[in-house]
């Protein structure tokens, strides 16, 4: 009885030591997906600095079962790689957590297109609030014209985002062996770059108002049995900034000949286009957005984050103010740049995270 007593005390203890205790397991692989073997990572609790190692199998797979509880900073050591660092993980009784990681060759792309088309025939389901459906209906008696592309409506919108870390300092590609000024140096940089690239907004043709009469605007008058195109050919590297606030035919964006004011028809006639034309639109919007980093740690508790970033960097042009109404004698023709778009803005900032 009394060895039973004791088998069966240590049994007891051996249970509840195992009851605070965890598990850290995952998998590890290179760029294609294919697992990566002999690949070291380290585990420090940051609560007691002990440390912990493993090595990944020939599946890819590690495991480091048995540890206290706590918050615990893992280091991956790949050859070929940069060394990928996982700060405060933290591991509960009996939890197993699994922390996989698929190196990359220091590039990084995010991309997406999106093709749409919205139709509405008021801009607010709340009335005119702030505006919102001003000149709306422009016609009560043919409210079919109001039916139309939205004015938030893009028909092709494409987003992508780079990061590049460059291939410098200990355990890269390049200077991997090199001293520590050297390193501090060359090594911890990042290009990183964003695009946005949207077709342009739907635009609607204007007319003279009808007179002894309430609408509140009138809409253009189109003439254009043939089909032809509404968009003039029109070229930003010939714009005449001279001009730009006088008829000249270098800045005319739209096809003016399909349109008329509607009152050189009779003189209440009401317009017949749409609120808005989605075969007229205005120029696309094109925006590209660069940014430098250099990131290093002067100790192991700080890391320091230089950045250079460039706004605009290619410093383009958004021409979006296009005179829209058949009665002015600029009709069709860009009159400004959007302050849509800012000019291109250089900045540079520090960051300290601790």
Not at 5 to 20: E, L, Y
Not at 314 to 329: C, D, K, M, Q, Y
Request: glycine share 8%.
């Amino acid at each position: 009885m009394l060895r039973l007593a004791v088998v069966a005390f240590f049994v007891a203890a051996f249970v509840c030591a195992q009851q605070d205790r965890a598990t850290f397991t995952g998998n590890v692989t290179d760029p294609s997906g294919a697992p990566l073997s002999g690949v070291k990572i380290e585990l420090a609790n940051t609560a007691t600095n002990s440390s912990y190692e493993s090595l990944t199998n020939e599946a890819g797979r590690y495991s480091v079962p048995n540890l206290p509880v706590g918050a615990y900073k893992l280091t991956f050591h790949a050859p070929r790689f940069k060394t990928y660092v996982r700060e405060s993980v933290t591991l509960s009784v009996t939890q197993v957590v699994r922390v996989n990681k698929r190196f990359s060759a220091g590039l990084n792309l995010l991309s997406n297109y999106t093709f749409s088309k919205s139709i509405d025939n008021v801009r607010s389901a709340f009335g005119d609030t702030w505006g919102a459906n001003s000149g709306r209906p422009a016609n009560y008696y043919n409210l079919a014209l109001d039916k139309s592309i939205s004015d938030a409506d893009r028909t092709h919108t494409f987003k992508v985002a780079a990061q590049y870390d460059l291939p410098f300092g200990r355990g890269r590609r390049f200077g991997s062996t090199a001293r520590r000024a050297v390193d501090s140096a060359f090594s911890g940089w990042t290009i990183q770059y964003i695009g946005n690239y949207n077709s342009g907004w739907p635009l609607g043709i204007g007319g003279s108002g009808t007179p002894n009469s309430n609408f509140a605007t009138n809409s253009g008058f189109a003439i254009n049995p043939n089909g032809r195109p509404l968009i003039a050919g029109w070229n930003s590297d010939r714009i005449d900034m001279s001009r730009i606030n006088q008829p000249s035919a270098a800045n005319k964006f739209i096809n003016t000949s399909v349109f008329v004011d509607p009152i050189a028809i009779g003189r209440y006639q009401r317009g017949n286009t749409s609120y808005k034309l989605s075969q007229l639109r205005g120029p696309w919007e094109l925006s590209d957005d660069f940014s430098l980093q250099k990131n290093f740690r002067p100790l192991e508790s700080l890391r320091i984050q230089l950045r250079a970033e460039f706004l605009n960097a290619f410093n383009r042009t958004l021409w979006g103010n296009i005179e829209v109404n058949a009665s002015s004698p600029l009709f069709g023709q860009v009159t400004g740049a959007s302050d849509w778009f800012s000019p291109r803005k250089i900045q540079f900032g520090v960051r300290a995270d601790w």
